[in-house]
């Protein structure tokens, strides 16, 4: 799996992480649907006092919260790419996976700001929502920007050591393209994701 993270091609290194993501979130959301109770942190994360607990006066302001939102968390991944990377493996490319997870906990236990009428039982049927399409552009940025790096390290045990300024590559067409998709991608979920709230 490592050499796949790894790997040269940005397409590559997206269908991996996003896989082991999904796997994950999957994970996350039986296990929270069948033992944890609902509502468990409605209201506790940081972003839904910016969200709320109503949809917005308009379809394309309820959007621009969303897509605000998301971008917060793609700074995030950019910094985390940004501040450290282990061998070839970014820091950044953590964010992402932690998302997917959280997302499967926010589902099993019903914890949206605007929570649903019961808990989604896991399913399939979780591709017609938006979400695993926001954290598919997310887990994009994070491996088209895995260059980035101004610190690195062999293993996540050793200590870091600065990258040379002559050493650090500049992203190639491919990886502008990747993180370009990435920011449309966010955009099409959140317009997706924001209709579905006007509907609701």
Same mark, same amino acid.
């Given at each position: ?12 290194? %997206? ?30 994360? =940081? ?19 969303? %897509? ?42 019903? *914890? ?15 591709? *017609? ?29 050793? =200590?870091?050591?600065?990258? =040379?300024? /002559?050493?650090? *590559?500049?992203?190639?067409?491919? /990886? ?25």
């Amino acid at each position: 799996m490592l050499c796949y993270l790894e790997h040269e091609k940005v397409v590559v290194r %997206f269908l991996s992480l996003y896989l082991l993501g999904l796997a994950l979130f999957f994970v996350s959301w039986t296990l929270s649907y069948l033992f944890l109770p609902e509502g468990l942190i409605r209201g506790l994360l =940081p972003f839904t006092k910016i969200t709320g607990d109503a949809a917005a006066e308009s379809l394309l302001k309820e959007f621009f919260t969303i %897509f605000g939102v998301n971008l917060m968390g793609f700074l995030a991944i950019i910094i985390g790419n940004y501040i450290l990377r282990v061998r070839s493996i970014a820091f950044g490319y953590l964010i992402p996976l932690a998302w997917m997870m959280m997302y499967g906990l926010i589902l099993g236990t019903n *914890s949206f700001s605007i929570p649903l009428a019961e808990p989604l039982a896991p399913a399939l049927t979780v591709f *017609s929502r938006s979400g695993l399409y926001e954290m598919a552009g997310a887990v994009l940025l994070a491996v088209a920007t895995n260059s980035i790096s101004t610190n690195r390290s062999e293993t996540f045990r050793s =200590p870091s050591t600065p990258v =040379p300024k /002559q050493e650090r *590559s500049s992203l190639k067409p491919d /990886q502008w393209i990747a993180a370009t998709l990435s920011i449309l991608i966010l955009a099409a979920a959140a317009l997706r994701e924001a209709y579905m709230v006007m509907q609701a």
